[in-house]
C-alpha cells in the first residue's frame, strides 16, 4: 500500500480555515485518499473521501491535485472542537484492513 | 444504536495473566478489526476478521488470538499478558459497500 506523508503538527486560528497537506506520491490507479481524525484519544472518526474529483461534505473538504500525487483536507472555519490528530490514508476502497494510520498531524486549534 | 461498543474501557494486568477484549457492533458490519495505538504512534492493525467464520492476522499478531463469534461480536485473546503489550486498543467494523469504518471508544490495558 502507499505511503502518506504528512506534517507533524500544525496551528489554526480559531474560525480561520485549516489546510492540511498529505503526500502520497506512490499512490496506486484503484487507490482513494481517506481522512480520519482522532480527537483526544477517542476512536478514530472518518471526515472524507476521494478518488480524483474534489469532494465536500459537511464536515470538509478534500482537493485532490491532478496527478494525485498529493492532497489537502480543508477545515473551512475551524472551532476549537476540530483540535485533534489528522491521519491521512490511502487505500483501496472499503478494504479497511489495508489501513495504514501514520503518525498524523496533531491540529491545534488556537482561540 | 450503541454502535461500536468495546469492553472493558479500563484494565490492568499482571505479566503472565490473560483476558479477553469485548468488541460488539449493532451497525450490520461484514468486517471487523483490532487495532493497537502506543502513545505518539498511529494504528497498528492486529487481526481482522472480512466477515463472519474468518480471521487474518494483520501487522502486528504475535501474542494475540481472535474470534469472530458471530456477525456482531468479534473478541481479542491475550494468552499471557507482556508490558509490550501496553498499548490503548480499538476495535472497528465497516460494511461492504460503505464509506467508511466505525470505530469504538478504546480498551486503555496496562500489564504491569
Known amino acids: 500500500d502507499a505511503k502518506t506523508t504528512q506534517p507533524t503538527s500544525m496551528d489554526c486560528a480559531e474560525g480561520r480555515a485549516a489546510n492540511l497537506p498529505c503526500n502520497h506520491s506512490t499512490i496506486s490507479g484503484n487507490e482513494y485518499v481517506y481522512w480520519y481524525r482522532q480527537i483526544h484519544s477517542q476512536g478514530p472518526q472518518y471526515i472524507i473521501h476521494g478518488l480524483k474529483n474534489n469532494e465536500t461534505n459537511e464536515m470538509a473538504s478534500l482537493i485532490i491535485t491532478e496527478d494525485r500525487k498529493s492532497s489537502t483536507l480543508i477545515l473551512p472555519h475551524a472551532t476549537l472542537r476540530d483540535t485533534a490528530v489528522y491521519y491521512c490514508?490511502?487505500?483501496?476502497?472499503?478494504?479497511?484492513?489495508?489501513?495504514?494510520f501514520g503518525p498524523g498531524t496533531r491540529l491545534s486549534v488556537l482561540p | 444504536n450503541a454502535g461500536v461498543t468495546q469492553t472493558p474501557k479500563f484494565q490492568v494486568l499482571k505479566t503472565g495473566q490473560s483476558m479477553t477484549l469485548q468488541c460488539a457492533q449493532d451497525?450490520?458490519?461484514?468486517?471487523m478489526y483490532w487495532y493497537r495505538q502506543d502513545p505518539g504512534m498511529g494504528l497498528r492493525l492486529i487481526y481482522y476478521?472480512?466477515?463472519?467464520?474468518?480471521?487474518d492476522k494483520g501487522e502486528v499478531p504475535n501474542g494475540y488470538n481472535v474470534s469472530r463469534l458471530n456477525k456482531r461480536e468479534f473478541s481479542l485473546r491475550l494468552e499471557s499478558a507482556a508490558p509490550s503489550q501496553t498499548s490503548v486498543y480499538f476495535c472497528?467494523?465497516?460494511?461492504?459497500?460503505?464509506?467508511?469504518?466505525?470505530f469504538g471508544q478504546g480498551t486503555r490495558l496496562t500489564v504491569v
Open positions: 451497525m450490520n458490519h461484514n468486517s
Open positions: 490514508i490511502v487505500s483501496i476502497h472499503n478494504y479497511g484492513q489495508n489501513f495504514v
Open positions: 476478521s472480512a466477515s463472519e467464520g474468518t480471521t
Open positions: 472497528a467494523g465497516e460494511q461492504i459497500g460503505a464509506t467508511e469504518a466505525f
